[in-house]
């Protein structure tokens, strides 16, 4: 490892973002094609649960903006799911000169890891809650109203669905790299674990756009077994590394 000055690792981490928003951009300009595509695949919820209750459900503007600012947004989710890989390397190519050469060894796993569990926890959002949550709220008032939903806030909480389960779906990832760079402890996480409960109750509480026992559970759940994976790998990574001591 060779220390550098600090002005170079500002310089370094400026470069690093403004790659990462470029490969950003292009993405969502690649996703922007697929707009329409995208926007009929999240609304698949929708009208899967209008059909389970017998219902007309009709998604609505409410401005001449709207229409334009939707597709940005999912364009934008799209992209930023396509640049993920390049955007992680990014972040591990700043952090690497810092490293010793047998830790460097965690990129490949690494970049795989976490492109791969963004992508699950989305898609457990989508295929796992979603089915759930969305003809439970959708029905909670049965034929008294006619929904007329804004298309901004249905995709808005969809999204956001699917982009905090994408990053809670991580925590396997970080700490298993944290413990094996010695960061994090199993211990730790196993002797805090009335803490992670508490704080995974209150984002579940916070994601979900229902409070009903069934909606919280089906979130909570999953993050409660993502904990204790968290718990099993980081102490995995610490058997591996006194092996690595003398790399």
Do not use: C
């Amino acid at each position: 490892m060779k220390e550098a000055p600090l002005v170079e690792h500002l310089e370094e981490l400026r470069t690093r973002l403004l790659w990462s928003l470029l490969a950003w951009a292009v993405a969502t300009g690649v996703a922007w094609t697929f707009r329409v595509q995208l926007l009929d695949w999240l609304k698949r919820p929708l009208d899967l649960a209008a059909k389970a209750n017998g219902i007309q459900v009709n998604l609505i503007v409410l401005d001449i903006t709207e229409p334009f600012l939707v597709s940005l947004k999912v364009a934008a989710f799209g992209g930023l799911v396509l640049a993920l890989p390049f955007i992680v390397y990014q972040v591990w190519a700043f952090i690497a000169p810092g490293l010793y050469e047998h830790e460097k060894r965690l990129a490949a796993p690494f970049l795989l890891g976490a492109g791969l569990s963004f992508g699950l926890g989305a898609l457990f959002a989508y295929y796992g809650f979603l089915p759930f949550a969305v003809p439970f709220l959708l029905g909670f008032l049965g034929d008294v109203v006619t929904p007329q939903i804004s298309i901004g806030r249905y995709m808005g909480q969809v999204l956001m669905m699917m982009s905090v389960m994408g990053l809670v779906f991580e925590m396997p990832v970080v700490s298993y790299l944290l413990a094996r760079l010695g960061v994090l402890t199993s211990s730790f996480l196993a002797r805090n674990w009335r803490l992670a409960v508490v704080l995974l109750l209150t984002l579940a509480a916070i994601i979900t756009p229902t409070v009903d026992v069934v909606s919280l559970s089906i979130v909570t759940l999953p993050l409660l077994v993502l904990y204790w994976i968290s718990v099993l790998v980081a102490r995995l990574a610490e058997r591996q590394r006194p092996k690595e001591a003398g790399a």
